[in-house]
C-alpha cells in the first residue's frame, strides 16, 4: 500500500522568508511518481510538479525548488522568498504504475502555509 | 484549453435525497477521476474512467454511489439516499494518458451539505 506523510499540518511565516514543506512516502513499487498540489482558498488543485522515481535531479522553477531523496523516501519543497499569495494548502501525492488498475492519486493531509505581510 | 468544470459548485441537501453532480473534463482528456475531500483531510480517491470505461471504484464507494460517463466526454456522480457522512467537497480531475503516467488536473469541486 501507499502513504505519503505531511507531518507539518500548519507554517506560518513572515512574507520574503524562506519555506520548506516536507514530504515523506512510501511504496514497494519500484517506478512511481510523486506531485505537489497547491490548493488556494478558492478550493481548486493547482499542479505544480511531478517527478518520477528514476529521476532525482532537484528542480527549481521561480521561487519553487523540489529536493527529491529516494534515499530517505522524501520529496521537499521549498518556496523562497515567500509571497502574500503563497498561503494555500500545500499537498504532497504519490501514485504508482498500475497493473490493470488506475493511477490514482494518495495525497497527504496537507500543510497550511500562511505568509504573513 | 479550458480547464476541467463541475457543476453545481455548492449543493445542499436534506438527508435522505439524492444529488448528481456533473463534470466536464479538459477536451481530448481520455481519463477522468473522481475524489472526495473532507475538512482537514487530503482528497481520497473513488473512481476512475478511462473514456467511457469505469476500471476501478474505491471501498470508499458505497453501493448509494454511482458514477457514468456515457460518451467518454463529461461525467455524472450520483449519490442516492444522501447521508450527513457524506458530506464533502467532491472533486473530479482529467488526464490524458501518454506513455506511462498522466498528470491530473482538477476541477474547482462540487461542496455537498447533507442537513
Known amino acids: 500500500a501507499q502513504k505519503v506523510t505531511q507531518a507539518q499540518t500548519e507554517i506560518s511565516v513572515v512574507e520574503k522568508e524562506d519555506v520548506t514543506l516536507d514530504c515523506v512516502y512510501e511504496?514497494?513499487?519500484?517506478?512511481?511518481?510523486l506531485f505537489w498540489y497547491k490548493q488556494p482558498p478558492s478550493g481548486e488543485l493547482v499542479f505544480l510538479i511531478r517527478?518520477?522515481?528514476?529521476?532525482?535531479q532537484n528542480e527549481i522553477s521561480g521561487r519553487y525548488s523540489w529536493n527529491f531523496q529516494k534515499s530517505t523516501s522524501s520529496f521537499n519543497f521549498t518556496i523562497t522568498a515567500s509571497q502574500v499569495v503563497d498561503s494555500a494548502v500545500y499537498f504532497c501525492?504519490?501514485?504508482?504504475?498500475?497493473?490493470?488498475?488506475?493511477?490514482?492519486?494518495?495525497f497527504g493531509k496537507g500543510t497550511k502555509l500562511t505568509v504573513n505581510p | 484549453d479550458t480547464g476541467v468544470s463541475q457543476d453545481p459548485r455548492h449543493k445542499i441537501t436534506k438527508r435522505g435525497q439524492n444529488v448528481t453532480f456533473r463534470c466536464d473534463p479538459i477536451?481530448?482528456?481520455?481519463?477522468l477521476y473522481w475524489y472526495r475531500q473532507t475538512l482537514g483531510q487530503g482528497p481520497e480517491f473513488l473512481t476512475y474512467?478511462?473514456?467511457?470505461?469505469?476500471?476501478?471504484k474505491s471501498r470508499l464507494l458505497s453501493d448509494r454511489f454511482s458514477a457514468e460517463r456515457p460518451k467518454g466526454s463529461f461525467s455524472t456522480l450520483e449519490i442516492q439516499r444522501t447521508e450527513q457522512g457524506d458530506s464533502a467537497m467532491y472533486l473530479c480531475?482529467?488526464?490524458?494518458?501518454?506513455?506511462?503516467?498522466?498528470?491530473?488536473?482538477f476541477g474547482p469541486g462540487t461542496r455537498l451539505t447533507v442537513l
Open positions: 480531475a482529467s488526464s490524458l494518458a501518454v506513455g506511462l503516467t498522466d498528470t491530473q488536473y
Open positions: 511504496t514497494r513499487d519500484t517506478t512511481y511518481y
Open positions: 517527478r518520477n522515481s528514476f529521476d532525482e
Open positions: 501525492a504519490l501514485s504508482v504504475i498500475p497493473q490493470g488498475g488506475s493511477e490514482k492519486l494518495v
Open positions: 477536451s481530448e482528456h481520455n481519463r
Open positions: 474512467f478511462q473514456n467511457e470505461a469505469q476500471l476501478e
